[in-house]
């Protein structure tokens, strides 16, 4: 069966800071990935997705990058955090063929401070 | 991108059926109907997905009319444990034509008493 890690579960950061979370998946190979981000109680935004090694499609314009260095990991990072950035970071993964539903992690908490 | 309307929020009480409908009137012929819950601080979960008329699951039923305008999600008997909020997606997927399926609005907050 597939799984999927994101860490870390709770992170605080300063203003100015850089920004690392990673996400991988396990149990299938060449998956799509996607990085979403949910500020409190809203919904769900798509900040990327990633179809291969590589890939990387941006939905929104922000501080924000993205990438996908192996097959089933992706990365979310930034150089200089933002207060704006504060949120629910969530990976997740779905197959590749056709029309799949979507597979989350348990998230990231981040606040800035 | 076939836009999707869902109630708020709903009320229910433990050991009653609930059904939350989805209205999504542009809904395009490739696309699919799909139903995720979300605790709070977690990630969404996926329920239920659909094309046309009726799927079932062991945790759900999806129902869908021939003009597929619109969805109800079913959930049998609920308990405390089924407060969560309800999302319902509509689209093809990315290499389709409509992403909507990657679009989350903000759901049904669904709250069963005792």
């Known amino acids: 069966s597939q799984t999927i890690h994101q860490w870390p579960a709770t992170l605080v950061q300063p203003v100015g800071s850089p920004l690392s979370l990673e996400c991988t998946v396990e149990g299938t190979s060449n998956p799509n990935l996607y990085w979403y981000r949910q500020a409190a109680g809203r919904g769900l935004q798509l900040l990327f997705y990633s179809v291969g090694i590589g890939q990387i499609s941006s939905e929104v314009p922000q501080n924000l990058s993205a990438s996908r260095p192996q097959d089933r990991q992706f990365i979310l990072s930034s150089k200089k955090l933002l207060l704006s950035d504060s949120g629910f970071y969530l990976c997740?993964?779905?197959?590749?063929?056709?029309?799949?539903?979507?597979?989350f992690g348990d998230g990231t908490r981040l606040s800035i401070l | 991108l076939a836009k999707t309307t869902q109630p708020i929020s709903m009320d229910s009480y433990e050991g009653q059926e609930v059904n939350i409908t989805c209205s999504h009137n542009?809904?395009?012929?490739?696309?699919?109907i799909t139903w995720y819950q979300q605790f709070p601080s977690q990630g969404p979960r996926f329920i239920i997905q659909?094309?046309?008329t009726k799927v079932t699951n062991e945790v759900a039923s999806l129902f869908i009319p021939a003009d597929r305008k619109s969805s109800t999600l079913s959930l049998p008997r609920v308990s405390l444990s089924d407060t969560a909020v309800y999302y319902c997606?509509?689209?093809?997927?990315?290499?389709?034509?409509?992403?909507?399926?990657?679009?989350f609005g903000k759901g049904t907050k669904l709250s069963v008493k005792p």
């Open positions: 542009n809904i395009a012929t490739n696309d699919y």
């Open positions: 997740a993964w779905s197959f590749s063929q056709g029309n799949q539903p979507q597979h």
């Open positions: 997606l509509v689209g093809e997927g990315i290499y389709g034509g409509s992403q909507g399926n990657l679009i």
């Open positions: 659909g094309y046309k």
